[in-house]
């Protein structure tokens, strides 16, 4: 097959024949890179994106969860509102030692 051009069912049905040839011979692991051709691998990763969304498109590998976007997006906004907290204590420790020298001063 690596002679003709593969097209996207081609490479659909290249991991799906995989896991179910690994599945028939016992293994409980995903298709990998190494058991395709470099050829094959171009060509799944070319139509189909990176490796773990190419077994999500071909229906090996359960997708992602949509929910990850809205984690990232939850953690950035804790990250902020840290970073705006310690700025605000160290402005508050500054404006207090600037009064404390103040009051030394006079």
Known sequence: MAADKLTRED???LL???QQELNDSGQSRFPQRS???DYEVMSIKAF???WPRALEAAGVKE??????LQKNREKRARA???LREAKRAA??????QN???NGENE
Do not use: H, I, M, N
Request: with cysteine.
């Open 63 to 68: 997708p992602r969860g949509d929910d990850r």
């Open 91 to 96: 402005k508050a420790a500054q404006v207090e």
């Open 48 to 50: 189909l994106g990176p």
């Open 99 to 101: 009064a404390s020298d």
């Open 35 to 37: 058991d395709f051709t």
């Open 16 to 18: 799906t024949a995989k």
């Open 11 to 13: 490479c659909l049905s």
């Open 80 to 82: 902020k509102k840290r």
